[in-house]
């Protein structure tokens, strides 16, 4: 029988309220209904609009459940196995308009946890979003700190092996005398970070890449390509940028680290390798895959596959008549070499998003004739006033000095359920709008067609739910503004020896034709390695089902098939922006290396697919 808890506010002597009592008494109440396994007790601690969202720690899986009936389903499929325990605040509660936010931590059966707890007053105080993580499992802690590896062994040995031997004979071996128990295919920021985590957790992995070095896929993009992210978003895991890293990083800077972090963290790695195959024997649990390193043919037999090739997925190349006609240079922006050989020459940019004003104002500053090609609105916000409303808060040196660590927002940016981030995007982008009137009203007497997202949620929610339709402006919206960079509406039509042809029969002359046309989903990789119908039962990756444009119902409540099981048994997706690549990492890694020990990892409710693509 459910034994009814009230909770009720705590005040301190002076009759104030008290955050950390009231935070402390919630806790205490949950702790007993869930020893006591008493679900309802447990559930009505929620609030009647409430949220838990849970990274692995009680469900193997990235889920967010809705309401008291979520909260409920939940805890009846995962309580049991689960078994939590010891839930204790880890610094002191506040309160600010009427929510009480806690910080606290708690164990499981196998691992330990961290999270995020707001509480609202419904007839006392209830969870309005619960957020629970596991941060490392028991037993198989990383070997940090008191822990950590001793690196030299003293004495005299014959035969001794170097550190670098023993290094280089393990790399060496994969494919030979022993196998991966992971591959990651994609060598970069995911898979680097990922490939780090695993690492250290001691799971024999192997990251291959087709690129000769680690950041190649960086150093290879248009020379005036920088992170629109600033660097407090950037970090990767274990190892920070410097105190005195640009608040945006060149592209070949940003190569250059991923070299870097690869060789101090050992992250076992092959370049000039591309993987050729794969397929997955359900007989012996692992899969096949055939590589080529170096020219020469390998195969490999990991027991998970990890596809790290970018949470954009293939390039869209359009198919338009006339293509093989054309006698200028033409290539997807993920191809564009940079600005250099096109300087006088009339220059045609099909797209409007971030690529598209990148290059573009790469191109005017070399003194090209350039005109962009604009095929439906887009979404732009001023870098700085992004950083100031945007992300000011959590990443940036004000947030640092706040007490704002890299980590900590990570973890207050995961604790907001995707369902009502919107309501908290809202507010920043009408500020920005407000702030920035006068470069949006140069742009609209320009004609350039802008939104703000379906709902006016502005740039993350774009992002999140179909990563793309923006662009943080970083100086190239002014040439459009302007008159820099001449603006063209539509559809193209057909290409000529010598222009484009739009459908209403504008024509444009052009030696160069950019297609800044985005890309597709990440389950088009794994149609190219194994074939389409482990695509298909894989399903659409990326988005949150939101029934936005770009983004189609039902509603999934987490990023589809990225960084948790999948429908394909063993195979698993990884990626994002280097904020993404570095907090989620942390998940699926764990994940993987409670498989690799042999841990039971009952996986509550396994994401259905409603989209091949």
């Known amino acids: 029988m459910s034994q009814t808890l009230e909770p009720t506010a705590q005040t301190d002597a002076t009759g104030q309220s008290d955050p950390t009592a009231t935070a402390e008494g919630w806790f205490g109440q949950f702790e007993r209904a869930l020893a006591a396994r008493d679900i309802g007790a447990a559930t009505e601690l929620f609030a009647t609009e409430s949220y838990w969202r849970d990274l692995i720690s009680f469900t193997w899986n990235l889920k967010t459940v809705e309401g008291r009936g979520g909260v409920a389903d939940l805890l009846t499929s995962t309580l049991e196995a689960t078994s939590p325990s010891g839930f204790e605040l880890t610094e002191p509660a506040d309160e600010a308009d009427g929510v009480v936010t806690a910080w606290f931590r708690f164990e499981t059966a196998v691992g330990r946890g961290r999270g995020l707890l707001r509480l609202v007053d419904e007839d006392g105080p209830r969870a309005f979003t619960l957020l629970t993580t596991l941060y490392e499992l028991k037993g198989h802690e990383e070997p940090r700190n008191e822990h950590r590896p001793k690196g030299a062994e003293h004495g005299a040995t014959k035969d001794r092996r170097s550190w670098l031997e023993k290094q280089q004979e393990e790399i060496d071996s994969f494919g030979s005398t022993t196998q991966p128990y992971v591959l990651v295919v994609g060598g970069g920021q995911g898979g680097i970070a990922l490939g780090a985590r695993l690492r250290q957790l001691g799971v024999p992995s192997l990251v291959i890449d087709k690129h000769p070095r680690p950041g190649d896929q960086w150093r290879s993009r248009y020379k005036s390509l920088a992170l629109h992210d600033p660097v407090w978003y950037d970090h990767l895991p274990y190892l920070k940028f410097p105190e005195n890293w640009p608040v945006f990083t060149p592209k070949d800077k940003i190569g250059d680290w991923l070299e870097g972090y690869t060789k101090i963290m050992e992250v076992p790695y092959w370049s000039s390798t591309t993987a050729t195959s794969a397929s997955y024997s359900p007989d012996t ?308 290396k409670a498989r690799f020990e042999g841990l039971d990892t009952p996986v509550y409710a396994l994401q259905e697919v409603h989209h091949t693509g």
């Open 285 to 592: 649990g692992a899969w096949t895959v055939e590589v080529e390193k170096e020219g020469q043919p390998i195969t490999l037999r990991p027991t998970q596959l990890v596809l790290a090739t970018g949470m954009s997925g293939k390039p869209n190349v359009p198919q338009y008549p006339g293509m093989e006609a054309f006698r200028g240079d033409q290539h997807h922006s993920s191809a564009h070499p940079g600005p250099d050989a096109y300087a006088g020459r009339k220059c045609v940019v099909i797209g409007s998003n971030n690529s598209a004003f990148d290059i573009c104002g790469a191109l005017w500053e070399k003194g090209a004739d350039v005109t962009m090609v604009q095929r439906s609105s887009t979404h732009i916000v001023r870098s700085a006033s992004l950083m100031e409303y945007g992300l000011g808060d959590l990443y940036s040196e004000r947030a640092v000095k706040a007490g704002v660590t890299t980590e900590k927002a990570d973890m207050i940016f995961a604790s907001l359920p995707y369902r009502i981030m919107h309501r908290f995007q809202i507010p920043a982008y009408e500020k920005m709008a407000q702030v920035d009137k006068d470069f949006y009203d140069r742009l609209a007497s320009a004609g350039f067609d802008h939104d703000w997202g379906d709902d006016g949620s502005g740039l993350f929610m774009k992002y999140l739910r179909r990563g793309s339709g923006y662009y943080i402006d970083v100086g190239s919206a002014d040439l459009v503004a302007n008159g820099d960079v001449k603006l063209a509406h539509g559809h193209v039509d057909h290409l000529t020896e010598d222009s484009v042809v739009l459908e209403d029969g504008t024509r444009l002359p052009a030696d160069l034709v950019v297609y800044a046309t985005g890309y597709g989903s990440m389950n088009g990789w794994a149609a190219d390695l194994i074939d389409q119908e482990t695509a298909d039962r894989l399903g659409k990756v990326w988005g949150l089902g939101s029934d936005t444009t770009k983004d189609p119902g039902p509603w999934e409540g987490e990023q589809r098939n990225m960084w948790k099981p999948t429908n394909v048994e063993h195979l698993w997706m990884h990626g994002g922006n280097l904020h993404q690549s570095r907090h989620y990492s942390l998940y699926l890694a764990l994940q993987l």
